[in-house]
């Protein structure tokens, strides 16, 4: 049922996302500060169950759209992604009734809230992905096949577009990257808007929710001196990967993605032993000694060892002692259909899905 978030739930919903981001979606921290200004000046923010939406009801779903490294050096104003539902609801001649994630992850999961801000609308507990994807076609909704156009696209000089039809959903994707690449690698979208029926049947419900909570339990763990990344495995029912220090990091920004690799050293009982992560926007595959141990679309999570946050594709430092953690992924995204849009092969590795929790 609805619920009025609290202060505490969005300090507890920037280190939850920033977890199940699996090193993307942009580091929450600069979104994080300007909801809690929003808040003290009187902004309020209700937290609505998917069920509670009519069939009928219009749902914006809103995300940044770029690279993460880029959203570390510019800072995104709440106007903009409201400016990109008002869009929308101008080309569709008709107002929306809730605005909802296109993906849980980092700094994303603050998106409709940022807009709900000052277009005074309720905010769905739910998203399109249950963590972050690096492409605008790796949804639930495309797994749906559900329509992928239109799509309103602003940037902070004024530039303000509509994509009104494509064929495809990689299509959509590829026209909105161009647009977003020469806008600098960074945009607020209006993604294709979905009734009612359609994020009841097809969203990952309740991820705001689950965010919020995980951000709580690492918030506990760490007022009890217990260990974060232990509280975060049990609380998801995941599994620690590994442990060790990242000893090499490299990353490059093209075609509007952060990709790269890193390179963790193991420590303790896993010394003498490297582990490779590969990333285009998020951590996309882990190799232990060269052999695959975890592929997406299950959740691969760099954590630091000692607060429990996540460590991200943008963020990652040499020297720092991580444990790295993985979740199994939401059924819709394990399905065959699901594959095709999130797998290791969608993503251009010439590999099988791994589940690190088999």
């Known amino acids: 049922m609805s619920r009025a978030l609290t202060i505490t739930d969005i300090d507890d919903l920037a280190v939850g996302a920033w977890v199940i981001g699996t090193g993307g979606g942009g580091s929450p921290y600069l979104n994080h500060l300007n909801v809690q200004r929003l808040m003290a000046d009187g902004r309020t923010f209700d937290l609505i169950d998917p069920t509670e939406l009519a069939d009928d009801a219009q749902v914006a779903v809103v995300s940044t759209m770029g690279a993460p490294v880029v959203m570390q050096e510019r800072l995104q104003d709440s106007r903009d992604v409201a400016r990109a539902v008002e869009i929308m609801a101008d080309h569709l001649g008709s107002p929306f009734d809730a605005v909802m994630a296109t993906e849980i992850g980092g700094s994303n999961a603050f998106q409709p809230l940022m807009a709900a801000a000052h277009l005074d609308l309720p905010v769905v507990d ?36 509509v994509i009104s039809h494509v064929p495809t959903w990689k299509w959509m994707e590829r026209a909105s990257r161009v647009l977003t690449v020469e806008t600098g690698s960074m945009a607020a979208t209006c993604k294709a808007p979905r009734t009612g029926v359609e994020v009841k049947r097809w969203s990952v ?33 995941g599994r620690r990967l590994f442990a060790g220090k990242i000893i090499d990091i490299e990353r490059r920004t093209t075609g509007g993605f952060l990709r790269g690799r890193a390179v963790v050293g193991g420590l303790d009982a896993w010394a003498g032993r490297e582990v490779e992560l590969e990333f285009q926007n998020e951590w996309l595959v882990a190799r232990l000694d060269r052999q695959p ?66």
């Open 126 to 161: 739910a998203d399109a992905m249950g963590r972050a994807y690096p492409e605008a076609q790796m949804t639930s909704f495309a797994i749906a096949g559900l329509q992928p156009w239109p799509l309103s696209l602003v940037d902070p000089r004024g530039i303000e577009a």
């Open 205 to 237: 419900a309740n991820s705001m929710s689950l965010a919020i909570e995980l951000g709580a339990t690492v918030r506990r763990a760490r007022a009890e001196h217990r260990d974060p990344v232990d509280a975060i495995v049990d609380e998801t029912g």
């Open 293 to 358: 141990i975890a592929t997406v679309p299950h959740l691969i999570c760099l954590l630091d060892v000692e607060s429990g946050e996540a460590i991200g594709t943008e963020t990652a430092r040499y020297g720092q002692r991580a444990a790295l953690i993985a979740m199994t992924a939401p059924e819709l995204f394990r399905s065959e259909a699901g594959l095709a849009y999130v797998g290791p092969r969608a993503m251009g590795y010439d590999l099988d899905p791994v589940d690190p929790l088999a």
